[in-house]
């Protein structure tokens, strides 16, 4: 168990639709990463929030936006959702000094649009 | 081209045997190459980490980085059915709290007892 946590685990809704991804990082954690995995592309960063501020986006869709709140969790919100947005969407956290590699992932949300 | 390539597998070798993956990247900046073993239906969790070139041990996994290259590879000695999973190559150029990673597309691997 990474300590990291999403929220819901599954979440099937129809083309169109707004959906809201939750995230809370590890204790302590003050940076949170989301990323998307699908076949098609594997696993592609998004966008990275640190102590409520955008630090650094990827490729992050201008129909989805995040923030990041002062508990530190994180929400993905994803809004006139398209049958190619299904996906893993995945939030990973580290600390403010962290390397690179010390992001530790959490289990994901399986998004499927209809 | 993307700037990170793996070779998606799938990939099946009996138990016991040595298992090589790897990764080819064209980013010269990259200075941090990880490795990410995932489960079915779970998230990413690190495996391994080198910091620029050489090589790295922990117990039966090798990672290996060639930056002149541009190649990194990780080795499984004495395989075994645990082992099976989707192995994700990940780089970075960069330290602190802008560390986002880039991804290869992952190997899946299958060790068959």
């Known amino acids: 168990d990474s300590g990291v946590t999403q929220t819901p685990k599954h979440l099937i809704t129809a083309t169109g639709q707004r959906v809201t991804l939750r995230c809370s990082p590890r204790s302590g954690d003050l940076s949170v990463y989301w990323y998307q995995q699908s076949l098609d592309q594997g696993l592609q960063f998004l966008i990275q929030?640190?102590?409520?501020?955008?630090?650094a986006k990827g490729n992050i869709l201008e129909r989805f936006s995040a923030q990041q709140f002062p508990d530190l969790h994180s929400e993905l919100n994803l809004s006139s959702l398209e049958l190619g947005d299904s996906a893993l969407y995945f939030c990973?956290?580290?600390?403010?000094?962290?390397?690179?590699?010390?992001?530790?992932f959490g289990p994901g949300t399986r998004l499927t649009v209809t | 081209q993307k700037e990170v390539e793996q070779d998606p597998g799938p990939l099946s070798v009996p138990e016991g045997a040595i298992v090589s993956l790897n990764c080819t990247y064209s980013?010269?900046?990259?200075?941090?190459f990880m490795w990410y073993r995932q489960y079915s239906r779970k998230g990413p969790e690190l495996l391994m980490y080198?910091?620029?070139?050489g090589n790295k041990e922990d117990g039966r996994f090798t990672a290996q980085v060639d930056k002149s290259s541009k190649y990194i590879s990780l080795f499984i000695r004495d395989s075994q059915p645990s082992d099976s999973a989707t192995y994700l190559c990940a780089m970075s150029g960069r330290r602190g709290s802008q560390g986002n990673l880039i991804f290869g597309k992952g190997t899946k691997l299958s060790v068959k007892p």
């Open positions: 080198t910091y620029s070139s």
């Open positions: 980013n010269s900046a990259f200075q941090y």
């Open positions: 990973a956290s580290s600390d403010s000094t962290g390397t690179p590699y010390e992001q530790y």
């Open positions: 929030y640190y102590n409520g501020e955008e630090r």
